[in-house]
T-cell receptor, first 111, second 114 residues
Framework: TQLLEQSPQFLSIQEGENLTVYCNSSSVFSSLQWYRQEPGEGPVLLVTVVTGGEVKKLKRLTFQFGDARKDSSLHITAAQPGDTGLYLCAGAWQAGTALIFGKGTTLSVSS | NAGVMQNPRHLVRRRGQEARLRCSPMKGHSHVYWYRQLPEEGLKFMVYLQKENIIDESGMPKERFSAEFPKEGPSILRIQQVVRGDSAAYFC????????????FGPGTRLTVL
């Protein structure tokens, strides 16, 4: 059983399009992180959300943490080829514990 | 400010040999986590260590795998008598203290067992 379900698994879009990827769970997390991973590299932290309902923006990326702290979404506006990569969400049940990762969404943005 | 460092980046071993993977956390970070990434399976937690202590090893296979984080030097993940199923990317992450959930990842070590 996958504790964190990410959808869609694969997404292929054209440059300039908007997209949203989702991270869902039946468990409550104390915090949730989003990472981007490129082939042959480690995950790079994009954002950490800790408060239910929290919205954070990072340039064209908007992250939202669900009110109940069970789910999160990542919205990208006007996608660019440089956004291509594997987007991973990871939750922690409490501070200092291991992260639970979803399997990720592989995004491909073509020009 | 250097990030998390791992070496080697690539490691090839024959079945039955030992593999040693090293991780130097970010400066000022005393918490280290090891994860394994298999194709189609995502990142899976293996072990969480603080200096000289193993805090949580619930994700570590009971046999052949061990980890340490000595007072001085890097954290080491050791795999004895490797088998083909051990082939994977192994990532180390570090955090400053237990009160924060933010973990920063290294570039990984890609282990190939022939």
């Amino acid at each position: 059983t996958q504790l964190l379900e990410q959808s869609p698994q694969f997404l292929s879009i054209q440059e300039g399009e908007n997209l949203t990827v989702y991270c869902n769970s039946s468990s409550v997390f104390s915090s949730l992180q989003w990472y981007r991973q490129e082939p042959g590299e480690g995950p790079v932290l994009l954002v950490t959300v800790v408060t239910g309902g929290e919205v954070k923006k990072l340039k064209r990326l908007t992250f939202q943490f669900g009110d109940a702290r069970k789910d999160s979404s990542l919205h990208i506006t006007a996608a660019q080829p440089g956004d291509t990569g594997l987007y991973l969400c990871a939750g922690a049940w409490q501070a200092g514990t291991a992260l639970i990762f979803g399997k990720g969404t592989t995004l491909s943005v073509s020009s | 400010n250097a990030g998390v460092m791992q070496n080697p980046r690539h490691l090839v071993r024959r079945r039955g040999q030992e593999a040693r993977l090293r991780c130097s956390p970010m400066k000022g970070h005393s918490h280290v986590y090891w994860y394994r990434q298999l194709p189609e399976e995502g990142l899976k937690f293996m072990v969480y260590l603080q200096k000289e202590n193993i805090i949580d090893e619930s994700g570590m296979p009971k046999e052949r795998f061990s980890a340490e984080f000595p007072k001085e030097g890097p954290s080491i993940l050791r795999i004895q008598q490797v088998v083909r199923g051990d082939s994977a990317a192994y990532f180390c992450a570090s955090s400053r203290q237990a009160v924060t959930d933010t973990q920063y990842f290294g570039p990984g070590t890609r282990l190939t067992v022939l």
